[in-house]
């Protein structure tokens, strides 16, 4: 039997750009309970963002690189009968920016030899351009999804 819902607070939009999304990528980004230097990582990306696209608001590329990372389908290991199936579902709105907010971060934490602050814009900006390294790790997802589509069935 399990137990009750595990229940999730409110998040509290950050204070510099009033958004829930800048604050889970600022929560995501950070170690140790470091919360400051997590927000000066995450505006100094977005203010590179701004320097490097001459656009006015960096919120509304941070919004679409979201977007072109975010996985619309995903697999899950259903075990039926003794054998394991990777059955394609569905990813909650929710989940789907999670997953491209930790895809971006992952990815930027692996480039080498520049503060997360760059890694981390260029990450975003090619994410933006529909390019880069958790573009790729969502249409990998897709296509994982797309090839296991026979095992659809056994979603439950």
Known sequence: MRRRKA???????????SSKSVTRFINMVMIKGK??????IIYGALDI????????????????????VRPLLEVKSRRVGGATYQVP????????????????????????????????????????KGEGSAV????ETHKMAESNRAFSHFRW
């Open 7 to 17: 229940e999730t607070r409110p998040l509290i939009p950050d204070l510099k750009y």
């Open 35 to 40: 919360k400051t230097k997590a927000e000066h």
């Open 49 to 68: 963002l701004i320097k490097k696209t001459g656009k006015k608001d960096p919120m509304e590329i941070l919004n679409k690189a979201i977007d072109n």
């Open 89 to 128: 579902l569905e990813v909650k709105q929710d989940r789907g920016v999670y997953l491209a907010l930790r895809w971006m971060r992952d990815y930027a934490r692996n480039r080498k030899g520049r503060p997360m602050g760059d890694k981390l814009a260029d990450e975003i900006l090619e994410a933006y």
């Open 136 to 139: 790729k790790k969502k249409e």
